[in-house]
């Protein structure tokens, strides 16, 4: 019987570990069993750590472009990550139907640049326990969840900001749509993308790893223009629009940063200004993500006698990096 009881703690711990829920989305049947057997679900250091550990497995963000981004969680130490650096731009030389022995040999010299992670807090929640007293569904549930959307979505926002391309530059393009106006923009055309494919292959970017994260309104733009592309969105795999469309690999997003309307220099984030809509490209190697650490703060109602309500909060230590320039452009709305 007491075998019979392990096993069933450890199944619903792990049913609990796995789904990433706390003590208020747990079914009251299993609550009930886990009580049986000994085990507090109301603890808030067990809370705290399971919802902690729901977020760092999330934050692999399947089925975005963010998925694309190289992790380097193993260069963070102390909420700050090392980026590795070459110093100087001496190539290896690469010899060709060598005869001469022995081989030469050079060391390489790094490097490295150390950023700290940005952090972000959400605003706490509360609930009070009049408010559970009058309503029939998991309020405490939805919310800690709620949190914890808005969470990766303001990070997936920032971290896409963080790699766009501040203004135009010989390494870094940022073009103009020439498609028809559509009131007083001009819509992102075939051409376009051509244009763009063009002026990346100027510069040497490979190939093979070229994303474009496309603003929702430039996807638009090419369903009205392009059957390929319409195919394409309409059989999207893992978030992708189209695996290779002129040798991009599309992702679509709601938001992507504003440009100036008239300096075409990228606006701040979450600026109130309105500028041209973007749409941003990088290349696999040019850019780098990693996690810090995550902490959930929350207070039950039943330790807070004076008002009864519950607090949870999060922060996270989080970043996306361009590590080198080469790869990254943009293209952003064109006007009459």
Not at 77 to 97: E, F, H, Y
Not at 278 to 300: P, Y
């Amino acid at each position: 019987m007491k075998k019979l009881g392990l096993v069933l703690v450890m199944l619903l711990l792990s049913v609990v570990s796995i789904a990433g829920t706390f003590s208020h989305s747990i079914p009251k049947s299993e609550k009930a069993n886990l009580r049986t057997c000994g085990v507090s679900i109301t603890d808030g250091d067990l809370l705290n750590e399971l919802n902690e550990k729901f977020i760092l497995t999330k934050f692999r963000s399947l089925g975005t472009w963010l998925q694309e981004v190289t992790s380097k969680d193993s260069w963070v130490g102390n909420n700050a990550i090392k980026i590795p650096k070459r110093k100087g731009d001496s190539a290896p030389v690469v010899l060709i139907n060598n005869t001469v022995y022995p081989m030469l040999s050079s060391g390489r010299d790094d490097e490295k640049v150390i950023v700290a992670l940005n952090k972000y807090d959400t605003e706490n929640r509360e609930v009070t326990q009049d408010e559970l007293y009058a309503i029939a569904y998991d309020k405490e549930g939805d919310i800690n969840m709620e949190l914890k959307d808005e969470l990766e979505i303001k990070v997936t926002e920032h971290a896409l900001y963080s790699i766009s391309p501040v203004q135009n530059s010989a390494s870094t393009p940022v073009l103009e749509t020439t498609g028809p106006l559509d009131g007083t923009r001009r819509r992102l055309v075939k051409a376009d993308v051509i244009r763009l494919k063009a002026g990346l292959d100027k510069i040497s970017v490979p190939k093979t790893g070229r994303i474009w994260v496309m603003s929702s309104t430039h996807a638009n733009d090419l369903l009205l223009e392009d059957a390929a592309f319409e195919k394409g969105y309409q059989n999207r795999v893992d978030g992708a629009i189209a695996i290779n469309y002129y040798g991009f690999k599309i992702y679509e997003e709601v938001y992507t940063p504003s440009y100036h309307a008239t300096t075409k220099v990228k606006l701040a984030f979450d600026a109130v200004t309105a500028g041209r809509t973007s749409s941003i490209i990088f290349h696999k190697s040019s850019c780098v993500k990693a996690k810090g650490t995550v902490d959930r703060f929350a207070r039950d109602r039943k330790a807070d006698p004076e008002y009864r309500k519950s607090v949870v909060g999060y922060q996270l230590y989080f970043g996306c990096f361009a590590i080198q320039d080469q790869g990254l452009a943009a293209i952003i709305d064109g006007v009459d």
